[in-house]
């Protein structure tokens, strides 16, 4: 049975620092992985989706990478700014169906 | 529309009562999620629709619940004789045809159980 884990559950920076979120799988074998952002009361937006044959994907200031074999991902948000509060959440698409596997998030806050 | 749509956005109901939750997914969108969000906890896989495929239903918690998709596209979750423990937020979201694609959330529907 698929796993998925996000490390750390919440995480608060000052403003312009560069961090790392964490997302592991237990079942490497996944089709693609997909990073989200929830703000409070709202719905999932989709940040990056990285395929399985992909090592990583850019979207301005945000850079996500995939190892397969490692079972991990991570999601990397360069010079932080308060808007980037929010929980994000990754979620692992299984080769053998459809449906996504959700972590539990992490809770980020950037301090001004 | 441009993007994935729910209604309604809150529903308070007495325990007990039936509610429906709506969703218009993404045009074109052959895939369709059910998903349930508790206070702070993670996405519950509830439901998932694709094309003309009998549905994955596997997710759903009770046969309280119930879902359907008309016509490939508007899907309606509903839910008999509510409970306290539905409180939640109904998220549905679609996807393009084949897995690769991503997937696109509504806002949800924020459930209220008195």
């Known amino acids: 049975k698929q796993e998925v884990t996000q490390i750390p559950a919440a995480l608060s920076v000052p403003e312009g620092e560069n961090l790392v979120l964490n997302c592991s799988f237990t079942?490497?074998?996944?089709?693609?992985l997909q990073w989200f952002r929830q703000d409070p009361g709202k719905g999932l937006t989709s940040l990056l989706l990285?395929?399985?044959?992909?090592r990583e994907q850019t979207s301005g200031r945000l850079n996500a990478s995939l190892d397969k074999s490692s079972g991990r991902s991570t999601l990397y948000i360069a010079a932080s700014q308060p808007g980037d509060s929010a929980t994000y959440l990754c979620?692992?698409?299984?080769?053998?169906?459809?449906?996504?596997?959700f972590g539990s998030g992490t809770r980020l806050l950037v301090r001004p | 529309g441009a993007g994935v749509s729910q209604s309604p956005s809150n529903k308070v109901t007495e325990k007990g009562k039936d509610v429906e939750l709506r969703c218009d997914p993404i045009?074109?969108?052959?895939?369709l999620y059910w998903y349930r969000q508790s206070l702070g906890q993670g996405l519950e896989f509830l439901i998932y629709?694709?094309?003309?495929?009998?549905?994955?239903k596997s997710g759903l918690p009770s046969d309280r619940f119930s879902a359907e998709r008309t016509g490939g596209s508007v899907s309606t979750l509903t839910i008999q004789r509510t409970q306290q423990e539905d409180s939640a937020v109904y998220l549905c979201?679609?996807?393009?045809?084949?897995?690769?694609?991503?997937?696109?959330f509504g806002e949800g529907s924020r459930l209220t159980v008195l």
């Open positions: 979201a679609s996807k393009g045809i084949g897995l690769s694609g991503e997937l696109f």
């Open positions: 079942d490497s074998a996944i089709y693609n």
């Open positions: 990285i395929q399985s044959s992909q």
């Open positions: 979620a692992a698409l299984m080769d053998s169906s459809y449906k996504l596997i």
């Open positions: 045009s074109g969108h052959t895939a």
């Open positions: 629709f694709q094309g003309n495929s009998a549905p994955d």
